[in-house]
């Protein structure tokens, strides 16, 4: 299982001769397992965060190890492979195409990779029994209220089986009831595979409901972690 840990961490962006400081010697570390939680107002560095952990992003400092490797070293075929085979992202956008049913979305990346279409179809479809779309497996995402998109992204996050999850604003296209619903599904289907759950929100009540190790972040800095880096 997947251990993170995150030194020192500092991500600044540069527009001329301007520097902005999105991420400021943020330290943190992911344990296998771990359900997390990031609040924080809008600017504070919440999705820049997630990036870097999740080897979307490159820090301009600091160090972020997995499995006590130096992920710096790592070529972008491996960052990728990362992302692909052992990470799972879940984004406010849903992300899903639109001329694809949804057992495709969620399939999309396995049969992009020549995998038996039968296999991934029936892997497909019991992740969205276990979403609670075994009804709406064949309608496209125009054809889906923004819960049952959130409901697909979920399954298609979990599709590779991955180690850690990610999940960038969740819940920020949905109403409050069903945002608890949608964190609350998200958090049962990672823990029944033993699987860490890493979830950037800018509402601290759902992240507080959900139980979870909620750090919360200011300024690009941490302003709270009730454990804190050892």
Known sequence: MTNIRAT?????????A????????VSL??????????????????????HLLGLIDNPTAGTLCIDGVDT???SDNRRAEFRRRRFGFVFQSFLLLPGLA??????LAELLDGKPLRTQRTRALALLDDVGLTDRWDHPPHELSG??????A???SLMADPEVVFADEPTGALDQANSVNILALLRQLTAERGRSLFVVTHEPAIAASAGARMISLRDGQIADDPVPTS
Do not use: C, M
């Open 8 to 16: 020192n961490l500092r991500r600044v962006h540069r527009r001329g």
């Open 18 to 25: 301007t520097e902005i400081v999105a991420l400021d010697d």
């Open 29 to 50: 570390d992911l344990h296998p397992g771990e359900f997390v939680t990031v609040t924080g107002p809008s600017g504070s560095g919440k999705s820049t965060l997630l």
């Open 72 to 74: 710096a070293g790592f």
């Open 102 to 107: 949804a057992w495709e979305n969620v399939a």
């Open 147 to 152: 819960g049952e998109q959130q409901r697909v």
């Open 154 to 156: 979920i399954a298609r």
